[in-house]
């Protein structure tokens, strides 16, 4: 779903906020009005349906950084057992 238009950051608590400039060092809130992810610092303004775009608007992550981040598991699970762990026969 391809969408420019400017997407307003959902609202959470002033020390929630904090916490989250604190940690990240971007205020969430102007980091998303400026459709700019708050993880890779890339532009936001391609999502792949109506759910990421929400995220967006929750978390400041762009596509690219959704989809790293809620990675389904069974992906996770193969990549970690791809050549480290050899079964006993």
Do not use: H
């Not at 060092?25 to 349906?49: E, H, L, P, V």
């Not at 608007?57 to 959704?66: D, H, L, P, R, T």
């Amino acid at each position: 779903m391809k969408k420019k238009e400017k997407i307003e950051p959902i609202p959470k608590p002033s020390q929630i906020e904090a916490l989250l400039t604190l940690i990240s060092g971007k205020d969430r809130c102007k980091t998303i009005r400026a459709n700019k992810c708050t993880m890779c610092d890339g532009d936001a303004n391609t999502f792949r349906d109506e759910l990421s775009r929400k995220e967006y608007a929750i978390s400041g992550m762009c596509q690219k950084c959704q989809d790293k981040v809620f990675k389904p598991d069974t992906e996770k699970k193969e990549k970690k057992s791809n050549g480290k762990r050899k079964s006993k026969k």
